[in-house]
């Protein structure tokens, strides 16, 4: 890959007319300090050595950004377009946590190198890198035009914000400050489906958006596919970070699905329902990937579902939606446990009708 960043550098200056990267020495040399600061361990390189890795890996990525946003920016044997799955793979790598570089460099460098193309924003083409790995393929995510870039953190902070922002908007007066210990986490799906629950595929809301109306559980359609678990872990590495009193959007939805997958008859259920959109082919493996997503996750003192939670473990609290539960469980499993069922109810209603015949009969007479 190092031999690949310096030839996207190469066709970058070759594409502005441009004899020397001088221009972009300068402006890295500005931003060195403030950059060597955004790591957590300091960083063994020389002033140029440093300059050199954020010109190089800052310039790979804005320039790979862009030339999968405008074909007519791709050489024709760029390797990284010829194969999906290594441009699946560097996707992969730029979302890990430990790999980003701060934004505010690639922004200095995106800007500094614009194409004139209108669509040549650094927001809009990080939208579209990233719609083939959304987990919420359906959902309107359309928001990265309000995100200011002056407060994201690096690459995987800004999709953060594409995806978790209109989400935030929305729960920002309707958190219910709960401590963790007294969550009550819901039953699974199964278990809901046979307390009455229904589920229902959500099209109109935002991705993270799960709602309980009236014993129907509405949640956006979920897209499982191999990038998934390693997208999930890095946004909750990242929110790792936050400071207590700021809601942990991923790792509250994490743990929700966590709550409500506990077998692979669980995903099948959502599955069924259009809710969960399985890549993997197995349900097995679904089912597994988010048991290990929900395991040893603090969640947000905010927790951002605990409405949710109180409506559904209210519902399934009620007597008769509990009778309704073992009803369903005992005796309507089975299409031939639903046909012993009504013989039983048949034959007691034939034995009750029998007997009152037999009464009135023997009424009768003697009052006659």
Same mark, same amino acid.
């Given at each position: 890959?190092?031999?690949?960043?310096?030839?996207?550098?190469?066709?970058?200056?070759?594409?502005?007319?441009?004899?020397?990267?001088?221009?972009?020495?300068?402006?890295?040399?500005?931003?060195?300090?403030?950059?060597?600061?955004?790591?957590?361990?300091?960083?063994?390189?020389?002033?140029?050595?440093? /300059?050199?890795?954020?010109?190089?890996?800052?310039?790979?990525?804005?320039?790979?950004?862009?030339?999968?946003?405008?074909?007519?920016?791709?050489?024709?044997?760029?390797?990284?377009?010829?194969?999906?799955?290594?441009?699946?793979?560097?996707?992969?790598?730029?979302?890990?946590?430990?790999?980003?570089?701060?934004?505010?460099?690639?922004?200095?460098?995106?800007?500094?190198?614009?194409?004139?193309?209108?669509?040549?924003?650094?927001?809009?083409?990080?939208?579209?890198?990233?719609?083939?790995?959304?987990?919420?393929?359906?959902?309107?995510?359309?928001?990265?035009?309000?995100?200011?870039?002056?407060? /994201?953190?690096?690459?995987?902070?800004?999709?953060?914000?594409?995806?978790?922002?209109?989400?935030?908007?929305?729960?920002?007066?309707?958190?219910?400050?709960?401590?963790?210990?007294?969550?009550?986490?819901?039953?699974?799906?199964?278990?809901?489906?046979?307390?009455?629950?229904?589920?229902?595929?959500?099209?109109?809301?935002? !991705?993270?958006?799960?709602?309980?109306?009236?014993?129907?559980?509405?949640?956006?359609?979920?897209?499982?596919?191999?990038?998934?678990?390693?997208?999930?872990? *890095?946004?909750?590495?990242?929110?790792?970070?936050?400071?207590? *009193?700021?809601?942990?959007?991923?790792?509250?939805?994490?743990?929700?699905?966590?709550?409500? /997958?506990?077998?692979?008859?669980?995903?099948?259920?959502?599955?069924?329902?259009?809710?969960?959109?399985?890549?993997?082919?197995?349900?097995?493996?679904?089912?597994?990937?988010?048991?290990?997503?929900?395991? *040893?996750?603090?969640?947000?003192?905010?927790?951002?579902?605990?409405?949710?939670?109180?409506?559904?473990?209210?519902?399934?609290?009620?007597?008769?939606?509990?009778?309704?539960?073992?009803?369903?469980?005992?005796?309507?499993?089975?299409?031939?446990?639903?046909?012993?069922? !009504?013989?039983?109810?048949?034959?007691?209603?034939?034995?009750?009708?029998?007997?009152?015949?037999?009464?009135?009969?023997?009424?009768?007479?003697?009052?006659?």
């Amino acid at each position: 890959m190092q031999q690949h960043k310096f030839m996207y550098l190469k066709c970058l200056l070759k594409r502005r007319k441009e004899s020397s990267v001088d221009r972009y020495v300068t402006a890295m040399r500005s931003l060195e300090e403030k950059a060597r600061k955004c790591y957590a361990e300091t960083i063994d390189l020389s002033s140029d050595k440093f /300059v050199e890795m954020m010109i190089l890996d800052g310039c790979f990525i804005i320039e790979l950004i862009r030339k999968y946003g405008f074909d007519e920016l791709r050489e024709n044997d760029d390797t990284i377009f010829q194969y999906e799955q290594i441009l699946s793979q560097l996707r992969h790598d730029l979302m890990l946590v430990e790999n980003q570089v701060p934004f505010f460099v690639l922004d200095q460098l995106f800007s500094m190198t614009k194409t004139g193309n209108p669509d040549d924003d650094i927001l809009y083409l990080v939208r579209l890198f990233i719609d083939d790995i959304s987990p919420w393929p359906e959902a309107n995510s359309q928001v990265s035009g309000k995100i200011s870039v002056r407060k /994201v953190d690096h690459l995987l902070g800004l999709v953060y914000r594409i995806w978790c922002s209109s989400f935030a908007k929305m729960t920002a007066n309707r958190l219910v400050k709960i401590k963790e210990e007294k969550i009550m986490p819901i039953s699974s799906t199964s278990e809901l489906k046979e307390s009455g629950i229904k589920f229902e595929k959500d099209t109109q809301s935002n !991705c993270l958006d799960i709602k309980f109306i009236k014993g129907v559980m509405k949640i956006p359609n979920f897209s499982v596919s191999d990038e998934t678990e390693s997208i999930f872990r *890095n946004l909750i590495a990242y929110e790792h970070f936050f400071i207590d *009193n700021h809601p942990k959007y991923v790792t509250d939805y994490a743990f929700f699905l966590h709550c409500l /997958v506990n077998s692979s008859k669980d995903v099948e259920i959502l599955r069924r329902h259009g809710i969960v959109t399985n890549l993997l082919g197995d349900d097995e493996m679904v089912y597994h990937m988010f048991n290990l997503l929900g395991r *040893n996750i603090l969640l947000s003192p905010d927790f951002c579902y605990a409405g949710v939670y109180e409506k559904v473990n209210g519902h399934c609290g009620r007597r008769a939606n509990r009778w309704m539960a073992i009803l369903r469980r005992d005796y309507f499993n089975t299409p031939w446990s639903f046909i012993k069922f !009504c013989a039983a109810v048949l034959v007691i209603l034939f034995t009750a009708t029998q007997t009152v015949f037999g009464v009135l009969s023997y009424v009768k007479p003697k009052s006659s």
